[in-house]
DNA sequence: CTGAAAGCGCTAACAT
DNA sequence: ATGTTAGCGCTTTCAG
């Protein structure tokens, strides 16, 4: 008697009504009398009946699926975001699929996989996706959301923080408090995160006459973080790095402490992005500015949804500002509040 | 034209064949004459087909989709697993669908809510279920496996590492580095690995005529460890504390260094349990348990994959070893060597 | 409001 | 090896 499943026929049987009476009782917009209702009900009760969500996703072409294209589970970032999202989807009836995009691996590839799932929708975390891959989505009907990733000139949606803003507002800080010997280590420069907050950190260095001594790729990747730091220290002497994000800004702090015995942040501040949970942790005190992810996640969720309901909806693209949050990992300039002077 | 899904029967019709050709081109045991797979591969790649998986699932009762229950993403712990669990399944063509435990939540619910996507096999990972659960699992025909948690009594199947030896290890390498006053605090107790991991650890203890000083249940939870860890240091005045796992031997190690400024390992050493990567961090330098992840993710899917082949094979519990990482948050005996003296 | 009937896209006998 | 047929479990016309 293992594995058999029940069916809606069954529960018609015992209630005495059609099957047809079953479903429409189980459809959330359906017409059944209370009477039907309730000797439905109590027989699917009895049975153990469920509906068949598959079977019903054939039909209705929605499978309450949501894809999700996430590629670095090590950043305390994604984790946050991936619990976020699925809460926030399970509340308006939807379950994540996860894809681990494999660096490696074709992302055609994993496109196929997704579509043969028939999600509804997909959210990309972290990872871009070609402008072929979102006409493939689009042509399928099916939309997508670019988590804290934007696109040039691709017609995708997208929810972002401000990270241009956040990278002037860094420099704006770092300058105030009396910095003068600034480096930068960026996020991946072919990430649009990466490009913006290095492009607003420049900007704000050179809206003061300044430029960076120094600027390299940290490609949002601790090893190489570390390394880097150590040649910027070495060569460029900086007074202040920004790093691309608390990950490896995490790496640099470390690295600076412990191999190379520099006080942070009397001899050398350090700035970091995101302000996941650990960056307030006493071991490290990062100084950095915070993405508003539980509001990130809304709008990704409210974009989704909404591109679901009505397919031919533009697309959008939404940022929202992010602070500045002061630790002591940099240096603090007097009658600084509310991120300005 | 956007949202036209092509069907099996498009393809037919293009290629020249019946529909149920084009579907043993798609079924790995299928029966198709070269001449026939040809001409359904290209009219299928011409028209960009690809099988709908939903739609098979119907019809096979395999879904491909394995439910992943899983409730700290806080725990760096987790994340990674879900990482490894996802690419696993993925070489074997099943992906993982998430359903994140809020904790107030009914666990019957979310059951249903599983079953209703007909997943083929369930995975929870640091989450406990009800003998009742699982035996609706078991009549539902759906495998279970449980990953980093065990049941007494109950028809499931496990995967776990030995935590009981790995608390013994841990008090026997405390005492040969000479700590007299050994505190822990545990793992959540209504968890069989905190209850595993503190057994472990008086059992080791008490091997050598020795008991703790103190031991009180941190629940898996960073703010009550810290919490904790202030009340033990002013109370039982320890020189050692094995605390459940990192995540919260981070805590305490920020609280005793930061709050209490408290010399780790000189005065005070922690040892922790995981290893996950942040434990090798500078910052921290962790001394601590590793659980053999690869090892337990690679075994939880084989179990699943071989439950749900042959369902009415006996359930697994598989224990596997892990060793006692050496770091700095702990004094370290002279001559110790591979896990003994 | 309700039942009968027609599929959703596909696989799995069953013939040929 | 291939086509024909009968469903998987459900939603949705369509009559009544």
Redesign the interface.
């Known amino acids: 008697?293992?594995?058999m499943?029940i069916t809606a026929a069954d529960v018609a049987r015992r209630a005495g009504v059609s099957q047809s009476a079953v479903s429409r009782v189980f459809t959330p917009g359906a017409s059944a009398s209370a009477r039907t209702a309730e000797k439905v009900r109590r027989a699917a009760e009895e049975l153990g009946y469920?509906?068949?969500?598959?079977?019903r996703?054939?039909i209705t072409g929605r499978?309450r699926?949501i894809g999700l294209i996430v590629a670095y589970?090590?950043n305390?970032f994604?984790?946050?975001a991936?619990?976020l999202l699925?809460?926030a989807l399970?509340a308006e009836g939807y379950?994540?699929?996860?894809?681990?995009a494999?660096n490696g691996e074709d992302a055609d590839k994993m496109l196929?996989?997704l579509?043969?799932?028939?999600v509804d929708g997909i959210v990309t975390a972290s990872v871009g996706m070609s402008n072929a891959l979102t006409a493939r989505c689009?042509?399928?009907?099916i939309p997508v959301v670019m988590f804290n990733r934007g696109q040039d000139g691709a017609d995708v949606s997208s929810v972002t923080s401000a990270n241009r803003a956040g990278g002037q507002q860094v420099a704006e800080f770092l300058l105030a408090g009396g910095h003068r010997r600034l480096g930068h280590i960026s996020g991946w420069l072919g990430a649009s995160t990466g490009r913006d907050r290095a492009a607003g950190f420049a900007a704000g260095l050179a809206a003061a006459g300044a430029e960076p001594v120094a600027l390299v790729d940290g490609l949002y990747r601790q090893d190489h973080a570390a390394a880097v730091a150590r040649d910027m220290i070495r060569n460029a002497n900086p007074d202040a790095i920004f790093v691309g994000n608390d990950h490896m800004a995490?790496?640099v702090?470390?690295?600076l402490?412990?191999?190379l015995g520099i006080d942070v942040p009397a001899e050398v501040s350090i700035i970091g992005y995101d302000d996941v949970?650990?960056a307030a942790?006493?071991?490290?005190g990062l100084t950095t500015v915070r993405q508003p992810i539980n509001r990130m996640v809304a709008a990704t969720v409210s974009t989704l949804l909404a591109q679901i309901e009505a397919?031919e909806r533009p697309v959008a693209r939404i940022e929202l500002a992010g602070d500045l949050i002061l630790r002591t990992s940099a240096r603090q300039p007097e009658g600084w509040h509310d991120g300005r002077l």
């Open positions: 008697m293992t594995g499943r469920r509906p068949n969500v598959l079977a996703a054939m499978s699926i589970l090590e305390q994604y984790p946050l991936l619990q699925a809460r399970k379950h994540v699929l996860v894809f681990m494999s196929d996989d579509l043969d799932y028939q689009a042509a399928a009907g995490f790496a702090l470390d690295t402490r412990t191999d949970p650990m942790w006493p071991a490290y397919p």
